[in-house]
């Protein structure tokens, strides 16, 4: 018996099914993890099925769980959602969807809690982000071969770009997302944490004046799991924030709110909002107090001046890059910002330099210290130690800067300087960003490995964070 349900094959029993109309659509998809509890999403066939979530600690899911019942509703786009709680801290657990009383054990799930927040804990986790619609690169293989925590997506989980106002788009996109095969094992094996960028939020460099705002972040809410959204319910950011052992993530919006990049710069101009800036600078002040290391996820490149070109590089050059290897370049990354035609165009914090001054300020005084950004949008791999990250007036805002991708859009480079160069893949490489965390209680070591689909290590950096 134990054979055939591992098969998902139909026998006699209501604890094994499979059919050639599978009552399961889409997903099933974990995430919201946190020490002791999981949200788990799926997308049913048929309007008015009912469904429960068992979760257990046993592969066969021996022993489980129960939560529900939830009934799929066409207004909710077939959507089920279940919170298991009372969950163990950093345990393995599987799970599975029962549909119409049938238990479908070839949809079967899995994820591992995270360790207690007063926990020094090690784990590992991966990154990616800007994957063309439906993408099925062996890139997504290899990142769930590496058994991480949780893979995070820091943007463009899609590339439909969808300027209107419209539900079914947005449900559209994220079906044919989840129905690539390799995303799809992906997301079931452990769990998705995501945050939009420009492309699945409404296109190509939008900003808050994309008419697709509602649809994008109701569609969002449908099929993601997700973390408490500090701004509330309806038409709002989502910004978010977790934690994992003593590492605290912070996840900020960087679309829905900001204003259009060819504004003048200045202390109006934002790509966080007020709302969103605020609870951003709270959310650093209390991550000092609890947590020696600080993830901030911020979608889009951190390092770099508008309109400069540091890796100016002819179109067919690809491998690794360092600005220091003039020869590999077409002019002189020196004379480049003397060079530069546009200064506010470029859809990176190089056109929001005054509110990046802002931020790195409030850091240097403020005393955050641990703090590391990872972002995607720049189609490539690279890491910075600190030495080009400090935009602080004077100085006194350094910390490592990682870049994760591009998961399979075609290369492109974008900010820079970085440390230790930058990584352009060739045409369908795929690339992503592997990160080890290994906290001792007195210091916790961390590795980052920008790694392309064959899982070799491209660029890397490792960097120590002192624990109090």
């Known amino acids: 018996m134990k054979a055939l349900v591992a098969l998902g094959l139909a026998c006699s029993s209501a604890f094994c099914v499979a059919a050639s109309d599978p009552p399961i659509w889409r997903g099933p998809i974990s995430g919201g ?87 020094a804990a090690s784990f590992n986790f991966a990154f990616g982000s800007c994957a063309r619609t439906g993408s099925d690169n062996p890139v997504f293989d290899t990142i769930r071969q590496l058994r991480p925590l949780f893979y995070l997506n820091s943007g463009d989980f899609h590339y439909e770009n969808i300027s209107s106002n419209a539900l079914v788009k947005f449900r559209m996109a994220y079906d044919r997302v989840l129905i690539s095969p390799r995303q799809s094992l992906l997301y079931r094996s452990l769990p998705l944490i995501y945050i939009w960028d420009d492309h699945d939020f409404a ?75 605020a609870w951003f600078k709270n959310e650093l002040l209390a991550a000092k107090e609890k947590h020696p290391l600080i993830f901030w996820v911020s979608s889009v490149p951190w390092i770099g001046n508008a309109g400069v070109t540091y890796y100016p590089i002819a179109d067919r050059v690809t491998g690794f890059i360092h600005h220091a290897n003039r020869w590999q370049f077409e002019q002189d990354p ?63 805002a350094r910390f490592p800067v990682l870049c994760g991708g591009p998961l399979d859009q075609n290369a492109s480079i974008k900010g820079g300087p970085y440390s230790q160069g930058v990584y352009k893949c060739r045409k369908g490489e795929g690339a992503f960003g592997y990160v080890q965390v290994r906290d001792s209680g007195t210091r916790i070591d961390v590795q980052y490995s920008g790694r392309n689909y064959l899982n070799e290590e491209k660029i890397g950096l490792r960097f120590l964070v002192p624990s109090p």
């Open 33 to 119: 993890v946190t020490d002791n509890s999981a949200w788990v999403k799926a997308k049913l066939r048929y309007k008015g099925a009912s469904a429960r979530l068992l979760v257990s600690t046993n592969v066969d899911l021996a022993g489980p769980k129960w939560f529900g019942p939830m009934t799929a509703l066409t207004e909710q786009g077939n959507m089920v959602e279940f919170h298991a709680t009372n969950l163990q801290a950093n345990t393995q657990y599987f799970y599975a969807l029962e549909v119409n009383g049938s238990v479908l054990m070839d949809k079967r799930g899995a994820f591992k809690t995270f360790p207690s927040t007063d926990q």
């Open 203 to 277: 296109g190509n460099n939008s900003d808050r004046r994309a008419p697709s705002h509602y649809a994008a972040r109701f569609v969002y809410e449908e099929y993601i799991p997700h973390y408490d959204m500090a701004g509330g319910g309806g038409d709002v950011p989502i910004y978010q924030s977790f934690t994992a052992g003593r590492v605290k993530f912070i996840l900020t919006d960087l679309r829905s709110e900001r204003d259009p990049v060819k504004t003048p710069d200045g202390p109006h101009k934002s790509m966080l909002g007020a709302k969103q800036k």
């Open 334 to 396: 020196a004379t480049a910002e003397e060079n530069r035609e546009v200064k506010n165009n470029d859809d990176f914090w190089g056109a929001f330099a005054y509110e990046r001054r802002e931020i790195a300020n409030f850091i240097r005084d403020n005393k955050i210290t641990g703090l590391c950004i990872l972002h995607g949008d720049a189609h490539m791999l690279a890491a910075d130690d600190g030495s080009h990250s400090d935009y602080a007036s004077g100085g006194g």
